[in-house]
């Protein structure tokens, strides 16, 4: 069986160098500081791979994640119900959906992109994500975007 991604809050100081360099590789990418990642890697000091490597994997947690817009995408196995299971547990959490995509299944197998508001009496991400990773048929999810 195959080990489902955690997620960990953990003090800036008890992250690797390197990834907080991502971070900031990635904040001036979006900022629009730099045009390429190679001018972002460069300003940061870290190689390209080691910025491909990381840049899904890691994000600043913001305090005022409230009112913050979530995209992810769930690979899940093409059964009934289990789409109304996944947002179960989005309804559970209160987040609020604001987009659901899923596409046409392959081979048992279907990809749902979901993009969900965090509302101010929206309960822990964190769990409701595990929750979502842990639920029979699903094989991955993956944090696309958060603004």
Not at 1 to 24: D, G, R, T
Not at 114 to 121: G, Y
């Amino acid at each position: 069986m195959e080990e489902k991604s955690k997620y960990f809050v953990v003090k800036q100081k008890a992250v690797p160098e390197v990834l907080l360099k991502v971070v900031e590789a990635k904040r001036l990418l979006e900022s629009e500081k730099v045009e390429t990642v190679q001018e972002a890697t460069e300003r940061t000091g870290i190689s390209r791979s080691s910025f491909y490597k990381y840049k899904d994997d890691i994000f600043p947690f913001h305090q005022n994640a409230k009112g913050k817009t979530i995209t992810f995408v769930i690979q899940m196995d093409d059964e009934p119900g289990l789409l109304s299971d996944v947002l179960k547990i989005v309804a559970e959490f209160r987040a609020n959906i604001l987009t659901i995509h899923q596409s046409i299944p392959i081979n048992g197998i279907a990809s749902l992109t979901l993009s969900v508001e965090v509302l101010p009496n929206t309960g822990d991400i964190s769990e409701m994500i595990e929750k979502i990773e842990n639920k029979s048929g699903v094989h991955y999810l993956k944090i696309l975007a958060r603004e």
